[in-house]
T-cell receptor, first 115, second 113 residues
Framework: NAGVTQTPKFQVLKTGQSMTLQCAQD?????MSWYRQDPGMGLRLIHY???????DQGEVPNGYNVSRSTTEDFPLRLLSAAPSQTSVYFC??????????????FGSGTRLTVV | GDSVTQMEGPVTLSEEAFLTINCTYT??????LFWYVQYPGEGLQLLLK?????DKGSNKGFEATYRKETTSFHLEKGSVQVSDSAVYFC????????????FGDGTTLTVKP
């Protein structure tokens, strides 16, 4: 099915562990983004990419790394997990054309707990 | 910087009632505007969008009009159903960068039979 695929859906980490959240899209969208969703704080942008090989920081980038070697994939790496990184993580992709942008397609999310 | 302000929730309505969720924005450039919906345990889904002033986005009976003069994009539905119970997010994206959207905090809607 066309869309954004995130894995895993659930993950429990111990403080200090590292891991990679996977994200893949098959719609040939040029833009991809990672958000975290915390109760009462809406969605906050972690990192985003405007195309293969190009990434930039969002509002809350500390403790996370990204890379984009292909149009399809945009993994998010947690370098040394902390309890403050307990959250639900969403990957999203989008595109733009002359006259405007067309909104995100979101993945189903990864619920991460750091203990 | 850019920001989106939504009316605070939660909002509780009876079935067939009229819905309005207010959304105002500030932006440094010329944005596209969006409403997303999130059902329990799911990711966000794009509900509707508008890319320029006076555009009306519509989908599934929901509507919102891009008002540049009042910097608003209020969501409306004439007759809500129980199945509309969800969290609704207003968002903007500058036309120069679709990878960097700004979201409101979300408004929780509960519709009772």
């Amino acid at each position: 099915n066309a869309g954004v695929t995130q894995t895993p859906k659930f993950q429990v980490l111990k403080t200090g562990q590292s891991m990679t959240l996977q994200c893949a899209q098959d719609m040939n969208h040029e833009y991809m983004s990672w958000y975290r969703q915390d109760p009462g704080m809406g969605l906050r942008l972690i990192h985003y990419s405007v195309g293969a090989g190009i990434t930039d920081q969002g509002e809350v980038p500390n403790g996370y790394n990204v890379s984009r070697s292909t149009t399809e994939d945009f993994p998010l790496r947690l370098l040394s997990a902390a309890p403050s990184q307990t959250s639900v993580y969403f990957c999203a992709s989008s595109y733009s054309r002359t006259g405007g942008t067309y909104g995100y397609t979101f993945g189903s999310g990864t619920r991460l707990t750091v203990v | 910087g850019d920001s989106v302000t939504q009316m605070e929730g939660p909002v509780t309505l009876s079935e067939e009632a009229f819905l309005t969720i207010n959304c105002t924005y500030t932006a440094t450039g010329y944005p596209s505007l969006f409403w997303y919906v999130q059902y329990p345990g799911e990711g966000l889904q794009l509900l509707l969008k508008a890319t320029k002033a006076d555009d009306k986005g519509s989908n599934k009976g929901f509507e919102a009009t891009y008002r540049k003069e009042t910097t608003s994009f209020h969501l409306e539905k004439g007759s809500v159903q129980v199945s509309d119970s969800a969290v609704y997010f207003c968002a903007l994206s500058l036309n120069t960068n679709a990878g960097k959207s700004t979201f409101g905090d979300g408004t929780t809607l509960t519709v009772k039979p």
